[in-house]
């Protein structure tokens, strides 16, 4: 998380821009997984534009995750990818996520709670 979150330094915990943090200069460079140089939000939008099915297959995992209700199982990852897969054809727009979560097997067939 550190590489994205240099590259976000410059926004305060409640989201307003900041070049300093107590008149110290804020560094937001970084280095990106795959090697790639980061220095604030645009070349972190740029890297994550590279390859959108990493974020949106992590984006999917997250989501889905908080709509179950618990932890993904390896079960889980075949309709992780079906969401990815979803999303790619409709441009990953967010809607298209969300969409493919509640179609997907894991959240149509899940169980209530039995409450005791």
């Known amino acids: 998380m550190d590489p994205l979150g240099f590259s976000l330094e410059n926004f305060n915990a ?3 821009w900041r070049t300093d943090d107590g008149g110290a200069p804020i560094d937001t460079s970084a280095r990106y997984f795959d090697g790639t140089a ?3 939000v645009a070349s972190l939008r740029a890297a994550l534009l590279k390859r959108p099915e990493v ?5 999917a995992e997250k989501l889905l995750t908080y709509s179950l209700g618990r932890a993904l199982e390896p079960s ?4 992780v ?7 790619e054809k ?3 727009r967010f809607s298209a996520l969300v969409d493919g979560v509640v179609r997907s097997v894991p959240f149509t067939m ?3 709670d039995s409450g005791t």
Request: hydrophobic share 45%.
């Open 14 to 16: 409640v989201g307003a």
């Open 38 to 40: 980061l220095d604030g």
């Open 55 to 59: 974020f949106t297959a992590t984006l």
């Open 76 to 79: 889980d990852m075949p309709a």
């Open 81 to 87: 990818r079906t969401i990815v897969r979803h999303a």
């Open 90 to 92: 409709n441009g990953y």
């Open 110 to 112: 899940r169980r209530a």
